[in-house]
């Protein structure tokens, strides 16, 4: 072998070359995350439209309303270890599906996932920050596939996670939903069926403390 390179230099510079390449190709796979603290903060934001409708008995006539709220409220501030996990809740009424997104050619491309959160549940965040613009964040939701204990006596859970690209100190939408609710509401001389139809976003933002 030695015989071979040292009668072919072309060869044996390719073979070097392909050995750093190899090398330094690895070493930027396992090269070490910055050991920082990072800022999680999470957000719902929620928009409602309502719709009422119904009749004034005592003078016959009829009686409708329409309505429109929105409001965006913190849930929770966490401080945590760049790549370590920390447990988030969802805070909503109504089940959620978590989104995914990857950067090409420089834009987020963000898509819904098949991963939903049950209403009320959390999840684990597990933040990957390299050091640049963006934060990868990965969402690990638990899930019960059946409400009724097993033999051990420990209720059946599956494990469903996904993955979303966060820049750094903006707020990102990470899971939506949606809810309806029907009602029915009587007074003094009157009667009214109501709709009420909302939208849910949990959003995180992530920064890196001084």
């Known amino acids: 072998m030695h015989t071979l390179l040292s009668r072919r230099p072309a060869l044996r510079t390719l073979l070097v070359g392909l050995l750093l ?31 009422s409708q119904g009749i004034d008995i005592t003078q016959g006539m009829p009686l409708q309303s329409n309505n429109r709220s929105s409001e965006a409220r913190t849930l929770q501030t966490s401080l945590v270890l760049n790549g370590r996990s920390v447990r988030l809740m969802s805070g909503t009424t109504a089940p959620l599906r978590l989104s995914q997104s990857y950067l090409r050619n420089g834009v987020i491309v963000v898509l819904p996932s098949t991963v939903w959160l049950e209403a009320g549940t959390g999840f684990l965040a597990t933040p990957r920050w390299a050091g640049d613009g963006f934060v990868e964040l990965l969402l690990d939701a638990q899930q019960a596939t059946n409400s009724l204990p097993n033999a051990s006596g420990a209720v059946s859970q599956q494990n469903s996670s996904t993955q979303v690209l966060v820049p750094l100190n903006e707020w990102t939408t990470i899971a939506q939903g949606d809810s309806v609710q029907d009602g029915h509401q009587s007074g003094i001389g009157q009667m009214r069926n109501r709709q009420e139809q909302g939208s849910f976003s949990l959003q995180v933002r992530i920064s890196v403390p001084q």
């Open 21 to 51: 390449a190899t090398t330094g190709w690895a070493s930027a796979q396992t090269s070490p995350l910055p050991l920082k603290n990072l800022l999680i903060e999470v957000r719902q934001d929620r928009s409602a439209a309502s719709q």
